[in-house]
């Protein structure tokens, strides 16, 4: 289990393995979880060697290989 934001929300959530929706390797030491909130919406957790500074570099990347997503926040 591990511990997602929603933006929505404004709120952190704990989430299981049943709760991931997919998990995209996007570049060495940048992984990126995609899941929901228990409202349903999207949250993307940025993890691995990815820093807040690259968070937006990563979904920009995201968006350009036409992934879906509306929030994505760092893994704490």
Known sequence: MFVVHCRRCRRDYLVGARGVRRLHNLRPGVI???SSCPQGHPVLEVTGS????????VLMEMLLEGLRGDAVSTAR
């Open 32 to 34: 990126v979880i995609e």
């Open 50 to 57: 990815a820093g807040r500074e690259t968070a937006t570099d």
